[in-house]
């Protein structure tokens, strides 16, 4: 294996095609995770829109409550993305071809690189792909200038880096591909329990930690912010810091898990 960083790119852009290429050719395992944030789209808006807007306050309406929903809905569809890296790590594990890659002469991080890199441009493309659905729906972004846009962006991608992260390591740690998939399950819960459907202030007192002290909530009310001009508050340095310590917590976990199996 050669240390010369060209090489490191160049493997690493191997993987890259190959992973991208894996999820062309089978697509369902995308299509059906990218159905679940899609439908609940489409239940809360036209289904529980009118209950729901009503506690977003007076005069709240259907319309109000889907500018309050996609920017949580946008972030769960990174979550039900990256269960799929989950399932494609560990079939790699499984069907033997990571031993395969081992005793070729190639940048050996370059293997967890091209699954983190497919990974995040499948979340950030299925983001724009529930996003367009729901702007035919009926949501509008309420005077985000380009440099809003542009950070709202840049917080998609740093979010789906770190739920790939712990994706990656959830996939490295589990037997079989059915196990990764039962174990990455909180990527889809957490959203659930956090504010993307409803504010936080209307949900019980021992309710609310649970969904305040978890990194989709203050990453939905950034997004939020950005998309919509609302008060971000100290929401946004609480998400970076989420994005940034899943982030290096995935990447030390999956690169140990992966260094471990080597031996």
Not at 23 to 33: E, G, I, V
Not at 71 to 96: H, K, Q
Not at 115 to 137: F, K, M, N, P, R
Request: charged letters at 10%.
């Amino acid at each position: 294996m050669s240390g010369s960083p060209s090489l490191a790119v160049r493997d690493s852009a191997t993987m890259l095609r190959r992973n991208l290429l894996h999820a062309r050719r089978y697509p369902s395992l995308t299509l059906n995770l990218l159905l679940t944030p899609i439908m609940l789209l489409l239940l809360f808006v036209y289904i529980f829109g009118d209950a729901m807007s009503a506690g977003l306050g007076e005069g709240a309406d259907r319309s109000d409550y889907i500018a309050y929903l996609v920017p949580g809905l946008l972030l769960m569809t990174i979550g039900s993305t990256t269960i799929g890296t989950a399932v494609s790590v560990s079939n790699d594990m499984s069907e033997g071809i990571i031993a395969r890659f081992r005793t070729m002469a190639i940048h050996r991080p370059s293997v967890l690189i091209g699954h983190v890199a497919g990974s995040v441009l499948q979340s950030v493309a299925a983001t724009v792909l529930v996003g367009a659905v729901a702007v035919a729906i009926g949501f509008r972004s309420t005077g985000a200038t380009p440099l809003e846009w542009l950070a709202a962006l840049g917080l998609i991608a740093l979010f789906a880096l770190a739920l790939t992260w712990i994706a990656v390591g959830m996939g490295l740690s589990s037997p079989t591909a059915e196990a990764a998939s039962n174990n990455a399950m909180p990527l889809i819960l957490l959203p659930l329990l956090s504010s993307a459907f409803v504010p936080v202030d209307g949900m019980p007192g021992w309710f609310r930690p649970i969904a305040e002290y978890q990194p989709f909530t203050p990453a939905i009310e950034t997004l939020r912010g950005l998309l919509l001009g609302t008060e971000i508050g100290h929401q946004g340095w609480l998400a970076a810091t989420w994005c940034l310590a899943l982030t290096a917590l995935g990447h030390l976990w999956s690169t140990s898990l992966f260094n471990r199996d080597a031996k």
